[in-house]
C-alpha cells in the first residue's frame, strides 16, 4: 500500500527514533513546516546519495525551537517509519515543496539474546581506542539505530543500514562492521606512535626469557 508524503531530501540519512535539528531557510520548507504546524502532517526525509532518491524516514515535527524575521526557523523533528520511494513529484499539489508515493518497509522487532550487549562492549571499546568519551548508553532502551551516526559508517553504509527490515540483521551489520573498523583504528594508533618516536630514544620493557623454546620447521 502506497500513501503520499511531503518530500524534503537531504544529503543525509535519517533513522528511526532520531531526533533531528533541522535549520529552515528555503521558503518552499517554510511552507511545509507552516502545514506540519497547521495541520500535524508528517513527511518524508529521503536521502539523496549518489544523485539518487530511493530511501527516507517519515519524520514528525516536534518543536520550533526559534524564529527569525526573515521567516527562517529552528526546529526539531524526530524519525519515525523507514519507506521507499514509489513515485516522486518534483511539484505537489499546489505546494512550494516536493511530494512522493512511498510504501513503508515492515520493521521485524528480532534482536538475538545479547546482540545488545555485544553492541554495547564493541561502542565502548570502538571509543576507548578512538581516545574520546563514549556515548552513554541504556542497554533497556538500545537499538541497532542507537549511534548509527557515531561509529564511522559511510552515507553508503548508513543508507544500506536503513534498508535492513530485521533488528538481529541490522545489530549483525553493525557488529561486523565495529569488530573490523576496530583493529584498523588500532593500527593506526600504533603507526602514530612510532611516527611520534621517530628519532627518539625508545625505552622498551625488558623481556623474561628464562622460558623459552626455539622454534623448528619440523613441528
Excluded: W
Excluded at 521558503?27 to 518524508?44: K, P, V, W
Excluded at 499539489?93 to 508515493?101: C, E
Excluded at 565502548?124 to 556515548?135: D, I, K, M, S, T
Amino acid at each position: 500500500m502506497t500513501i503520499t508524503l511531503a518530500m524534503f531530501p537531504l544529503e543525509l540519512v535519517v533513522f528511526p527514533e532520531e531526533s533531528l535539528p533541522l535549520h529552515i531557510f528555503e521558503n518552499r520548507y517554510q511552507q511545509l513546516i507552516a502545514d506540519c504546524e497547521h495541520t500535524q502532517i508528517t513527511f518524508g526525509i529521503p536521502a539523496y546519495i549518489n544523485r539518487s532518491l530511493n530511501y527516507g524516514t517519515e519524520v514528525r515535527l516536534e518543536a520550533v525551537k526559534k524564529r527569525y524575521p526573515s521567516g527562517a526557523s529552528d526546529v526539531i523533528c524526530r524519525g519515525l517509519r523507514v519507506f521507499k520511494i514509489a513515485e516522486f513529484y518534483p511539484n505537489y499539489s499546489d505546494k512550494l515543496y516536493a511530494g512522493a508515493a512511498v510504501e513503508f518497509l515492515e520493521n521485524t522487532d528480532d534482536a538475538l539474546p545479547g546482540q545488545a550487549r555485544t553492541f554495547y562492549n564493541l561502542v565502548q571499546r570502538f571509543y576507548e581506542v578512538l581516545g574520546a568519551a563514549g556515548p552513554q548508553i541504556d542497554l533497556n532502551a538500545v537499538s541497532s539505530y542507537s549511534f548509527a551516526h557515531k561509529l564511522g559508517l559511510s552515507l553508503e553504509q548508513e543508507l544500506y543500514l536503513l534498508q535492513i527490515t530485521r533488528e538481529s540483521d541490522r545489530y549483525s551489520y553493525l557488529i561486523d562492521h565495529l569488530t573490523a573498523t576496530i583493529p584498523v583504528v588500532e593500527q593506526v594508533n600504533r603507526t602514530r606512535r612510532l611516527i611520534e618516536l621517530n628519532g627518539h630514544f625508545k625505552n622498551f620493557d625488558p623481556l623474561d626469557f628464562t622460558e623459552y623454546r626455539l622454534g623448528s620447521s619440523d613441528e
